[in-house]
């Protein structure tokens, strides 16, 4: 029986937000392609259909969930650029920080990243490099004297690294974690150009 244009675009699509979730949430290596296609209502070999690797599903399903990162980035401006300080104060929260399959896929899967194919790591450095570019002007703007390609940099560095020990250190030392958050913003605001 064939299947309509329209439901193979809806299983891909499907096959993609749920490897993203059961990424962010298991991490890349610790979820296999059946229960993937089994979390996402379809078989095995509808998965092998779309993508001829798991590591292509990753590719894609990482590019999805920081697409859509990217978005709420930029959804909320301030004089046409996105609001930095509305969204650090979700991104370095207590709540994502405990949501692991809702959120940040780069603070998910950073440490992963690295034993991935080239793909994967490509579509990670993308997406990095999309939050660098929103920090790199600001940077610029207020703080003239400092290489802003660089700060941003270590600025989007900071925030994924911070996040991840956050969420490391929150079961044995939630105080710890509560602190690594505010002290992670303290320094961005600082290398942002504001008061600590």
Partial sequence: MKIS??????NRA?????????????G??????????????LTHGALYAHFPS???L????????LEKSNAKLY?????GEPDLERFLSDYLSIDKRDAYADNCAMAASASEIGRQDLAVSSTFTEGYMVLVRAFE????ANNPNVDALETAMGIVAAMVGGLSVARATAKARPEVSAQVLRGVRQMIDVALGKSA
């Avoid at 993609?16 to 949430?25: D, H, K, Q």
């Avoid at 959804?75 to 004089?79: A, E, F, I, M, R």
């Fill in 14 to 26: 499907a096959l993609i937000a749920t490897a993203s979730r059961l990424f962010r949430e298991k």
């Fill in 75 to 79: 959804s909320n401006t301030v004089d």
């Fill in 58 to 65: 990753a590719a894609e399903a990482l590019a999805w969930s």
């Fill in 5 to 10: 244009k329209e439901k193979v675009e809806a």
């Fill in 28 to 41: 890349i290596d610790g979820v296999g392609v059946a229960e993937i296609s089994k979390s996402a209502g």
């Fill in 137 to 140: 002007r600001r940077v610029a």
């Fill in 54 to 56: 798991k590591e292509a």
